[in-house]
């Protein structure tokens, strides 16, 4: 079955330090993978995207992500983080539908802290 | 701002009502998603429409269905509404549908079921 596991559900970590929210993917076909951030009370965000080829990806607001196929996991990365990275994140795999459009299988999300 | 409009952005209603969220796609969009999230299920995808035909299913229920008009916007409606209905609905809308591409997502729909 298509799932998508974010083994944390919360995270807390100091202003500066760095971050990593883990995924772990479980798709038949080549994955289509997405992590979304949604600060409180907004839609969700496009952070970034891998559809193919370099499997370290870079994002937008700092982020990274390095798709690992071998461990089915998707993890998302940031050197160093800033108070307004207080969000919840999530990771998403774009699967097949029977009738040929994709559809997102969400994880369901780490709620990251951000101490000052 | 993704360019993806929803209104009204909250709703309060009563038990066994019906409500029609509504959904504008980004300009030159064809494709809308409709999503659930909710506490206890987390982001449920719900159902797309493509050029105003229904292309796939997710987890919906039968109180619920949703259509594209001609003119691209997209509305949701919930039946019979039950107190498990409360949730955040969100559109989303991509370009294609037959290709894996970037969804846009709304600011959403907060429904409270009293």
Redesign the interface.
């Known amino acids: 079955a298509q799932s998508v596991t974010q083994p944390d559900i919360h995270i807390t970590v100091s202003e500066g330090a760095s971050l990593e929210l883990r995924c772990n993917y479980s798709y038949g076909a080549t994955p289509?993978l997405?992590w979304?951030v949604q600060s409180p009370g907004?839609?969700?965000?496009?952070l970034l995207?891998y559809?193919s080829g370099d499997t370290l990806v870079q994002g937008i607001k700092g982020f990274e992500a390095e798709f690992k196929r071998s461990q089915s996991s998707f993890n998302l990365r940031k050197p160093s983080v800033h108070w307004s990275d207080a969000a919840e994140y999530?990771c998403a795999v774009?699967a097949r539908?029977?009738?040929?459009?994709?559809?997102?299988?969400?994880?369901?999300?780490t709620r990251l802290k951000v101490l000052a | 701002d993704?360019g993806?409009t929803q209104t009204p952005k909250h709703l309060i209603t009563a038990t066994g009502q019906r409500v029609t969220l509504r959904c504008s796609p980004r300009s030159g969009d064809l494709?809308v998603?409709w999503?659930q999230q909710s506490l206890d299920q987390?982001?449920?995808?719900l159902i797309?429409y493509?050029n105003g035909e229904e292309?796939?299913k997710?987890n919906i229920l039968e109180r619920f269905s949703a259509q594209q008009f001609p003119d691209l916007h997209s509305e949701l409606n919930l039946s019979s509404l039950e107190l498990g209905d409360s949730a955040l609905y969100?559109c989303?809308s991509s370009v294609l549908?037959?290709?894996?591409?970037?969804?846009?997502?709304?600011?959403?729909t907060r429904l409270t079921v009293l």
């Open positions: 289509y997405f979304y907004q839609g969700l965000q496009l995207k559809f999530f774009g539908t029977t009738s040929g459009t994709y559809k997102y299988i969400f994880g369901t999300g | 993704s993806v494709s998603y999503y987390g982001l449920q995808f797309q493509y292309r796939a997710g969100f989303a549908a037959g290709v894996i591409n970037e969804q846009f997502f709304g600011p959403g």
